[in-house]
């Protein structure tokens, strides 16, 4: 079953602009990881924010992680146009290794 | 991409045929797994493997069933191919149990007509 749900769906900014976007999920977690998909390829790991962390940064991107409202955030600074892609959070969960998908947002960057 | 590579990139079958898609690594990572994407769904985990002839069912298993009998290679078998298992499919990798990261190959896109 899908454990993370993101929000929104597909978010259209224009260059330059920040983008945020949100993941929500059901169970206890180990981490939360986010990666990012260009059209017709794999996924990409981009940040990985554990449990008992409550914001991570790495470059232009910055995570949040709040455990209490099993949720998480991911803002993308100053967005180019190579920012166009679909991102999906991904969460560990704590008693079991696998990984758990959401369905993605869908991001544009118009320049 | 962590030196994985899926083959073929691209297939088109008729329903009722075996596909074999092929898994290639050369992290030499313990771990690799198979999902498949759908829009709205996401990634769901079809199989995964532990070691060497050692693997175990995701969430969507029905109709598939994997082999791996080499370190850097895992094969995922549709035995009768469905219309409903027309779909991109990504093999991943991973070093070892740390609950870091995966790795993604670049998927191979498979048409059941």
């Known amino acids: 079953s899908q454990q993370g749900e993101e929000d929104p769906q597909a978010l259209s900014i224009q260059e330059g602009e920040n983008a945020t976007m949100n993941c929500s999920y059901k169970t206890s977690i180990n981490n939360l990881q986010w990666y990012r998909q260009n059209s017709g390829r794999g996924l990409v790991h981009l940040i990985l924010i554990r449990s008992n962390e409550r914001e991570k940064h790495s470059g232009r991107l910055r995570v949040t992680l709040d455990t209490s409202k099993k949720s998480s955030s991911l803002l993308i600074t100053a967005s180019r146009a190579a920012d166009t892609a679909s991102y999906f959070c991904?969460?560990?969960?704590?008693?079991?290794?696998?990984?758990?998908f959401g369905a993605g947002t869908t991001v544009t960057v118009r320049a | 991409d962590a030196g994985i590579t899926q083959s073929p990139r691209h297939k088109v079958t008729e329903t009722g045929t075996p596909v074999t898609l092929r898994c290639h690594q050369t992290e030499n990572h313990r771990y690799m797994y198979w999902y498949r994407q759908d829009p709205g769904h996401g990634l769901r985990l079809i199989h995964y493997?532990?070691?060497?002839?050692?693997?175990d069912k995701g969430e969507v298993s029905d109709g598939y069933s994997v082999s791996r009998s080499k370190t850097e290679d895992f094969l995922l078998t549709l035995e009768s191919a469905t219309s409903s298992q027309t779909s991109v499919y990504f093999c991943?990798?991973?070093?070892?149990?740390?609950?870091?990261?995966?790795?993604f190959g670049p998927g191979t896109r498979l048409t059941v007509l």
């Open positions: 991904a969460t560990r969960n704590s008693n079991d290794y696998k990984l758990s």
């Open positions: 991943a990798t991973e070093a070892e149990r740390s609950y870091n990261e995966q790795f």
């Open positions: 493997s532990y070691g060497v002839k050692d693997t």
